[in-house]
């Protein structure tokens, strides 16, 4: 089984950055994507970014488009998401999710039932003057 942990978030000013990490162990050797999604009270879970298993395939929602960018690092099993000029809307906590339904140039960028899994615990991320 596939056991992921998010880790990087914090409290950070409007404008400032910070760098998400997704760390997977377990059963590494299934090729997977990984969907990173965020959550406010009262909300929805949304798709944030997703890359493919051999990162070259990536998406964004449109609100983080031009902002945030992520990678992963196969040899590490680790995906990155840098959050950069980042504002209050982008508060929320932030989950990392695998699918393993691949795709050679994109990725899902919805939390569907039946898709992604192995959900970590979430790492708050708080946008605050």
């Known amino acids: 089984q596939l056991h992921l942990v998010e880790s990087g978030g914090g409290l950070v000013q409007p404008g400032g950055s910070l760098r998400l990490s997704c760390a997977a162990s377990?059963?590494?050797?299934?090729?997977?994507?990984i969907g990173w999604f965020r959550q406010v009270p009262g909300k929805g879970r949304e798709g944030v970014s997703c890359?493919?298993?051999?990162?070259?395939?990536?998406n964004y929602a449109d609100s983080v488009k031009g902002r945030f960018t992520i990678s992963r690092d196969n040899a590490k099993n680790t995906v990155y998401l840098q959050m950069n000029n980042l504002k209050p809307d982008d508060t929320a906590v932030y989950y990392c999710?695998?699918?393993?339904?691949?795709?050679?140039?994109?990725?899902?960028?919805?939390?569907?039932?039946?898709?992604?899994?192995?959900w970590g615990q979430g790492t708050q991320v708080t946008v605050s003057s």
């Open positions: 890359i493919n298993d051999n990162g070259r395939g990536t």
């Open positions: 377990g059963f590494t050797r299934d090729k997977y994507a």
């Open positions: 999710a695998a699918d393993w339904i691949l795709y050679p140039y994109t990725c899902l960028l919805l939390p569907l039932k039946g898709r992604y899994g192995s």
